[in-house]
C-alpha cells in the first residue's frame, strides 16, 4: 500500500518536513517543484524557522493547494499549551499558509503547565468552526492518546521512531488496529548493519531502505523525512515502490 488517507486526503505515505525551510526564493520554488514531484504531504509548525517554513509553504502553494495535505503544530514550549497562546499561534497559522482552513493540526507537544484537555480544547474550538479540518498530537504517551480522543478525534500521533529509537513499538500498533495515522519524526536517525547491504543489494540509497522499512513495519506508518533537495525528495519517495524482500529483517 502506496498511500494513506490522513486528514481526508489520499497521501503518499512518505511526506516532507519542512523544519529546516525559508523564505529563500529556492526554498519556495522546491516546495512547488516537491508538489510537482509527486508529494502531497508537508508537516511544518508555528515554530520551524521562526515562522519562515509555514510563510514559505503559503507562498508556495496559494491557489494551488488542492489535493495537497499541510500539516501544522502549536504549543510547543512550556506554557505554549494556554487556551490563550494556542489560538494565537493558530491564527498566525492561518495567516502564514494563506489558508482559511489547516488540514491537519497538531498538539506539538502536552504542556506541563496545562491540562491537556484544555489545549485540546482550544484546538477543538477552531474545529468547530471550520478553521482547522482534523487533529493531531506530538510526543504522547498511549494513555495521553486515549484522554485526546476523549476531547477531540485524533487523526495522526507524531512520535519519535526510527531504526534505533523504537520505544513506540506499542504505539505503531494501536495506532494501526485505531485507523490512526502514525507520523515518525527523524524517521532517518539510526541504522544496522543489514542497511548498507541491502542498499548495495537492492541498487538503492540506505535513506531509501530506511523508509522502506518503516513502511513495511506498518501500514498505518507515514513518515517524513526532511529535506531541501529535489534529488533526496525522489530517493524519499523511491521507497513507496520498494520490495525489502529478505532485506525486511534489518532491524533485527
Not at 502506496?2 to 525551510?21: I, M, Q, W
Not at 494551488?64 to 512550556?78: F, I, N, Q, R, S
Not at 485540546?120 to 487533529?135: N, P, T
Request: one cysteine or more; hydrophobic letters at 40%; charged letters at 25%.
Amino acid at each position: 500500500m502506496t498511500t494513506f488517507r490522513l486528514a481526508d486526503v489520499e497521501v503518499p505515505r512518505v511526506g516532507l518536513g519542512t523544519n529546516c525551510l525559508t523564505t529563500a526564493p529556492e526554498h519556495v520554488a522546491f516546495v512547488r517543484e516537491a508538489v510537482a514531484a509527486g508529494l502531497r504531504h508537508l508537516d511544518t509548525a508555528h515554530s520551524y524557522t521562526d515562522g519562515d517554513s509555514e510563510r514559505a509553504i503559503g507562498e508556495a502553494l496559494e491557489g494551488a493547494a488542492e489535493g495537497v495535505l499541510v500539516a501544522t503544530k502549536g504549543g510547543y514550549g512550556d506554557g505554549e499549551g494556554k487556551p490563550e497562546v494556542l489560538e494565537a499561534q493558530i491564527e498566525q497559522s492561518l495567516r502564514s499558509l494563506r489558508t482559511d482552513a489547516i488540514g491537519l493540526y497538531y498538539l506539538h507537544r502536552v504542556d506541563p503547565e496545562t491540562p491537556l484537555e484544555e489545549s485540546l480544547g482550544a484546538i477543538k474550538a477552531y474545529v468547530d468552526r471550520g478553521a482547522i479540518r482534523h487533529v493531531g498530537i506530538s510526543a504522547v504517551s498511549l494513555e495521553q492518546i486515549e484522554r485526546a480522543r476523549q476531547v477531540v478525534p485524533i487523526a495522526a500521533v507524531q512520535n519519535h521512531y526510527n531504526l534505533d529509537e523504537r520505544e513506540d513499538e506499542h504505539v505503531v500498533d494501536y495506532c494501526e488496529r485505531e485507523g490512526i495515522a502514525f507520523v515518525p519524526y527523524f524517521p532517518l536517525h539510526g541504522s544496522r548493519p543489514g542497511v548498507a547491504a541491502a542498499a548495495e543489494r537492492l541498487g538503492v540509497t540506505e535513506t531509501t531502505v530506511k523508509l522502506a522499512w518503516l513502511l513495511q513495519r506498518s501500514p498505518a506508518m507515514v513518515p517524513i523525512p526532511g529535506t531541501l533537495s529535489i534529488e533526496h525528495l525522489r530517493e524519499n519517495l523511491a521507497a513507496l515502490e520498494l520490495d525489502l524482500g529478505e532485506a525486511g529483517d534489518i532491524a533485527a
